[in-house]
């Protein structure tokens, strides 16, 4: 009851003592031919260079350093809760838009005790002509107290009970997340 079986490679049939093997090959020479490795060229996902791999391969980058950059998302900028844009500067590492477009502003980076301040108040409205520095916490508390003649809007009774109502919606939303 011995079946014929054919080598897939070459189409000579497979002797029978090479079947407990590999059933689909007449020899080694035929067995290698079949795996050899095959190439073909990619485009590179980061840079867009052109490179020869493995056709078995998931290779996606030319090199190490494109798969690392590409894997650290530089520039990638999110809204955080606070409202205010974040962009990230490395690895594991983001940094307040506004700040980062002050410190190019002044062209120097800006020192820990230095605060930002929107001038027409939109956390998310980041041009240069936008933003003001201030030398301290309380300088910027005294801009705004002046604004507004020591009463600030954000201190009425409504946009204060308002504000506590968002937190612990904030607070129960990130509890079930």
Wanted: hydrophobic share 25%.
């Amino acid at each position: 009851m011995n079946k014929l079986v054919l080598c897939v490679v070459c189409g000579f049939p497979v002797p029978s003592k090479n079947r407990y093997r590999n059933q689909r090959y007449c020899s080694w020479a035929c067995y290698q031919a079949e795996h050899r490795a095959k190439y073909s060229n990619r485009l590179c996902l980061f840079c867009g260079k052109q490179f020869k791999v493995n056709v078995r391969s998931k290779k996606k980058y030319c090199s190490p350093e494109c798969r690392y950059r590409a894997s650290t998302n530089l520039g990638h900028e999110y809204a955080g809760l606070n409202g205010y844009i974040y962009i990230k500067t490395g690895p594991k590492h983001y940094q307040l838009k506004h700040r980062l477009i002050a410190e190019q502003k002044l062209r120097r980076p800006l020192k820990p005790d230095e605060n930002c301040h929107h001038i027409n108040g939109d956390k998310h409205d980041n041009r240069p002509e936008n933003i003001k520095v201030f030398a301290s916490n309380s300088a910027h508390i005294i801009y705004h107290n002046s604004l507004y003649g020591g009463k600030h809007p954000k201190d009425s009774p409504e946009a204060i009970k308002k504000r506590v109502e968002t937190r612990k919606r904030n607070r129960l939303y990130h509890a079930t997340v």
